[in-house]
């Protein structure tokens, strides 16, 4: 049994939140955790992904249900050095 994600809810406000609040979860969490960014903002669909295309997290899946993104998001290791 894998244990539960990390949820973050930011249903409600505007970009640039979502994502910052992605950000902070992601710098504390360890690797391989999975976490789930709840957000209303169609942007965040956009700067999620954008915003991990440096690495070195991975994008598990975007969903949507009833306008609100339900965003995966796996951590992975930091950058040494």
Do not use: F, N, Q, W
């Not at 976490?35 to 949507?64: Q, S, W």
């Amino acid at each position: 049994m894998s244990p539960a994600p990390i949820l973050i809810d930011a249903r409600g406000h505007r970009c640039p939140v979502p994502s910052l609040r992605l950000a902070r979860a992601l710098e504390a969490a360890a690797p391989g955790k999975t976490i789930v960014l709840m957000a209303t903002d169609p942007m965040a669909r956009i700067d999620v992904p954008h915003m991990l295309a440096g690495g070195p997290h991975r994008l598990v899946g975007v969903e949507e249900a009833d306008g609100v993104l339900r965003i995966t998001v796996e951590t992975g290791a930091a950058p040494s050095g």
